[in-house]
């Protein structure tokens, strides 16, 4: 079997694709035929700067993938040909807590991953793609979907509450849609009204433009009678924590789940951290369970991931400038 692949040698721009032989699968193992895939910030990082750890090379990059099973190993009982698939973001991390051997193994990172048309797998990190969802669609879920639905479940999401979202990428907007399944409050913030006029389509109750308004945090107060948000997905890290942690109610949940406007606080709030009683969580993306869990909400509730772009296979560097250019509504995907 022939799979034609982006291989990198070391972190830079994206190659041509080049033909190559499948590998083999082996016992437990299901061959996949990748129909497409979608960019995340973490593929960049580990692509283009090689800022991840633990990466090795060369490297077939990107964990996202919607598949079909094409081949069955021996010993495989949980899927068969004909099957579509997504695989999960952590292949060893089956459920529960995160641990060290569980968070050890990204598809990408420390083995090829899906930025090709075959890959050979573990049948247990494979989840049933919902049936209504396109290809590309499903692309979208493994780690942005993931990474939003873990952030909910974390922060207990229920009707009544308020949730702040920040910004309108792929993790933002499955947030949006996960707290409105669960009959929250949502709080979308942007720097672009035009951005914000379509979160409120997909059901954004209150919008914030953190452009005309930098300190948010009041402007969330004012939306909440004084009483601070229930939770708050941050994204952005660096320069909007401490803008979260003044939004957030007395004993709030903020989910620490990005850092695209930068790795370390300047200005971190503890004394109002602990006068409030926060919980604050880090998140990475989530286990088999979550992935699994998370598929059959979307399923039940006919639930469809915003897509921004499509990318023909050939322009898989084309795709990842377009997500860097900040100006994305949703998914960056790939068709293979």
């Not at 299901?30 to 633990?54: F, Q, W």
């Not at 952590?90 to 598809?107: M, N, R, V, Y």
């Not at 869990?293 to 050939?314: E, L, N, T, W, Y």
Request: hydrophobic share 40%.
């Amino acid at each position: 079997m022939q799979s034609v692949a982006y291989v990198i040698d070391k972190p830079g721009r994206l190659s041509k694709p080049i033909t190559r032989a499948a590998a083999g699968r082996r016992a437990g193992e299901v061959l996949l035929r990748i129909h497409a895939t979608s960019v995340n910030y973490k593929d960049y990082l580990g692509v283009v700067t090689g800022e991840l750890p633990d990466l090795t090379w060369p490297r077939v990059p990107f964990a996202d993938a919607s598949a079909e099973v094409v081949e069955v190993g021996d010993g495989v009982a949980n899927v068969s040909i004909g099957d579509r698939v997504i695989p999960s973001f952590f292949p060893k991390w089956q459920a529960g807590d995160p641990t060290a051997d569980g968070l050890s193994l990204i598809h990408g990172d420390q083995v090829d991953g899906m930025l090709q048309t075959h890959v050979c797998v573990s049948s247990a990190c494979l989840v049933p793609t919902p049936a209504h969802l396109s290809d590309v669609e499903a692309a979208t879920l493994g780690c942005a979907g993931v990474t939003a639905w873990r952030a909910c479940s974390k922060a207990s999401v229920k009707p009544g509450h308020t949730v702040v979202i920040q910004g309108t990428g792929g993790v933002s907007l499955f947030a949006l849609g996960f707290a409105k399944m669960a009959g929250a409050t949502v709080v979308l913030t942007s720097s672009s009204d035009a951005k914000l006029e379509r979160g409120r389509a997909l059901g954004a109750d209150h919008t914030i433009n953190y452009g005309r308004i930098p300190e948010w945090s009041t402007a969330v107060s004012d939306i909440t009678d004084g009483r601070g948000a229930d939770a708050i997905i941050d994204v952005g890290g660096g320069h909007t924590l401490a803008q979260s942690v003044r939004s957030a109610r007395i004993g709030g949940h903020i989910a620490c789940v990005g850092f695209v406007s930068g790795r370390e606080s300047a200005e971190f709030p503890n004394v109002v951290v602990m006068a409030k009683n926060i919980t604050m969580v880090g998140s990475t993306v989530g286990s088999i369970d979550d992935t699994a869990d998370m598929c059959r909400a979307i399923d039940v509730h006919k639930f469809r991931p915003s897509v921004d772009r499509v990318f023909p296979f050939g322009e898989a560097q084309e795709a990842v400038d377009h997500l860097l250019t900040q100006g994305h509504f949703g998914k960056v995907s790939i068709t293979m």
